[in-house]
């Protein structure tokens, strides 16, 4: 029973773990509030559905070209020169089966052993395994609630030395909501135009779920499109996380290496979910704002109830559905050691799966999904609440 040495050296995702451990919990007959994956409970908009039903009846049942179609890759160049002001071609851009392979196709085609890659915390928890998958080394740079979970610019650059290959940030952030400013974002840019080596992984995939104020891309910026790979998909602003569709803009050379290596791992996305990129592609972004303006009431609505957990600090997000408050009180309290620990002590005595902080490089904090209903929320903060009060 002997396993590779790449599979030992890597851990499984938080969320997945916490998610899979709710569902056991739940099948055993548990009741459990599952607030751990970053999953919208909305449906799908009606036009994805309707897209995907006309595709099941047309000749959409054969291998897909491994970037994507054309046709659906020129739906996507339009779409990011209409919301992101990004000047693409059909052949920058590139279709994989999700956002995550998408950033891992380029993690791979960009990184090797020992190289660095400068990751900004907190962070999407797989980034750090994706770069240790390549054989680099992620180079975190902490914050902290303070600092609204956002390092500063000259923290980030003190980090970057001339092994650094990639810097790689989500705006807004998973977990922890935040969204970087427009000054930040080009202090950030001054600082990449001084190591021509360097390249950025730009992960906008909240990019329809920003409360204030309007979303930028980093590619954007004067002479950063040369430097950046923008990474997005459906799974978040259109609800459809199950159809599994990413994609890239990026420089020709490095769509041709992410597509070299999808070749050997995938191939092409599914075609039916392509034919739905679509018409997602060409809606109108202004039909996500009711699904837009749920979060926001959920947001303020878990924000306020957070309040009655003992000691729970939390900054207000500005984007995705996540909150990330500081539970260190609650570790003293508790004397438990991590946040992974208080995690599954809440989930055996609270019914309630939310995740550790710790994986997203973000010590003594807990990731709580909002992507579910209000009664949901009230009722999962409140088993908290009941049981940290009374310990």
């Known amino acids: 029973m002997r396993l590779s040495p790449l599979v030992t050296a890597i851990v499984e995702p938080a969320t997945l773990l916490m998610a899979r451990r709710s569902r056991e919990l739940r099948a055993q007959g548990k009741d459990i509030i599952d607030l751990s994956l970053g999953e919208p409970d909305h449906d799908p908009p009606a036009f994805a559905l309707e897209a995907a039903h006309a595709a099941i009846k047309g000749p959409w049942h054969k291998y897909s070209p491994v970037n994507g179609f054309l046709d659906v890759r020129q739906a996507i160049v339009k779409k990011l020169k209409r919301d992101n002001d990004l000047e693409y071609t059909a052949d920058q851009i590139?279709?994989?089966?999700?956002?995550?392979?998408?950033i891992m196709n380029v993690v791979m085609a960009l990184v090797g052993p020992g190289d660095e890659v400068v990751i900004p915390a907190p962070f999407w928890v797989t980034y750090a395994e994706q770069v240790r998958i390549a054989g680099g080394v992620p180079i975190i740079v902490r914050s902290t609630?303070?600092?609204?979970?956002?390092?500063?610019v000259a923290r980030i650059a003190a980090a970057i030395t001339s092994r650094t290959r990639l810097l790689m940030f989500s705006s807004p952030c998973n977990p922890s909501g935040s969204v970087l400013t427009k000054e930040e974002m080009e202090a950030l840019a001054d600082v990449v135009r001084k190591w021509p080596e360097l390249y950025v992984i730009s992960d906008e995939i909240y990019e329809h779920i920003?409360?204030?104020?309007?979303?930028?891309?980093?590619?954007?910026?004067?002479?950063?499109?040369?430097?950046?790979?923008?990474?997005?998909?459906?799974?978040?602003a259109f609800a459809l996380t199950g159809w599994r569709v990413g994609y890239i803009g990026a420089p020709l050379w490095i769509t041709q290496a992410a597509m070299k290596i999808q070749g050997q791992f995938t191939s092409g996305t599914n075609s039916i979910a392509q034919r739905v990129t679509i018409a997602c592609m060409e809606a109108d972004p202004e039909l996500l704002g009711g699904m837009r303006a749920d979060f926001l009431r959920?947001?303020?609505?878990?924000?306020?109830?957070?309040?009655?957990?003992?000691?729970w600090r939390c900054n207000v997000p500005q984007g995705a559905f996540y909150v990330l408050p500081d539970v260190s009180s609650?570790?003293?309290?508790?004397?438990?050691?991590?946040?992974?620990?208080?995690?599954?002590?809440?989930?055996?005595?609270?019914?309630?799966?939310?995740?550790?902080?710790?994986?997203?490089?973000?010590?003594?904090?807990?990731r709580i999904s909002y992507a579910t209903s209000d009664d949901k929320l009230l009722a999962a903060v409140g088993r908290i609440a009941k049981v940290l009060t009374a310990h």
């Not at 930028?216 to 998909?233: C, K």
């Not at 946040?339 to 902080?357: F, K, R, T």
């Open 210 to 236: 920003v409360f204030s104020g309007t979303h930028r891309s980093f590619a954007a910026l004067p002479g950063m499109m040369e430097r950046t790979i923008t990474v997005n998909g459906l799974s978040k």
């Open 330 to 366: 609650s570790l003293n309290d508790t004397n438990l050691k991590t946040s992974s620990e208080l995690c599954l002590y809440l989930l055996d005595s609270a019914g309630v799966g939310i995740v550790e902080g710790d994986s997203f490089g973000a010590m003594n904090t807990v």
């Open 298 to 311: 959920r947001r303020d609505l878990l924000i306020e109830a957070l309040k009655k957990v003992p000691g």
């Open 145 to 152: 609630l303070e600092e609204d979970y956002k390092p500063s």
């Open 94 to 102: 590139m279709v994989s089966t999700g956002a995550k392979q998408s």
